[in-house]
C-alpha cells in the first residue's frame, strides 16, 4: 500500500492508526470466501430479545468463533447475527445451543439462510 501512495510503511500505519483513533475506520480485515475455508453452512439470525437481556445474550453469542456479526436494532427482531459453520448439523447445533442459552422461544427466532448469493465486487481507490 505504502509503494502505490509513494509513502513508506511506517506512514501507512500511522495515517491508519489515525483514521482509527478518530472512529473513521473500524477495522481492517480479510473478506474471505466461507467456501473455501470449509464453511459451507451459514446464516443471519434475528431474535426478539427482552430489552434487559440484551447484553446478556450480546455476550453469549459473541463468544462463538463461528459468529461474524451481531447487532441490536430498533425492531421488534431487536438483535441480529449471522453465524458460519462447516456443515448444517454444526450450524443447527450451534444455534440451538444459542437457543437455549439465550433462553429464547422458537417462535422468537427468525432464521434467514441465504436462497440465492449475489457477488458485488466494491474497490475503493486510495489516491
Known sequence: MGKKLGITEGEVLQRLNRLHQKGIIRKIGPALNPGRVGLRAST???????NNRIGN???????YEEV????????EYNFWFTV???????????????RLGA???KDDILDLRATKMFKVDVRFQLV
Not at 458460519?84 to 444459542?98: C, G, M, S
Open 84 to 98: 458460519a459453520a462447516h456443515n448444517e448439523a454444526e450450524l443447527e447445533k450451534i444455534l440451538e445451543e444459542i
Open 44 to 50: 443471519l439470525i434475528a431474535m426478539k430479545v427482552p
Open 68 to 75: 461474524s456479526h451481531c447487532y441490536q436494532r430498533d425492531h
Open 57 to 63: 445474550v450480546a455476550k453469549l453469542v459473541s463468544n
Open 103 to 105: 433462553s429464547i422461544a
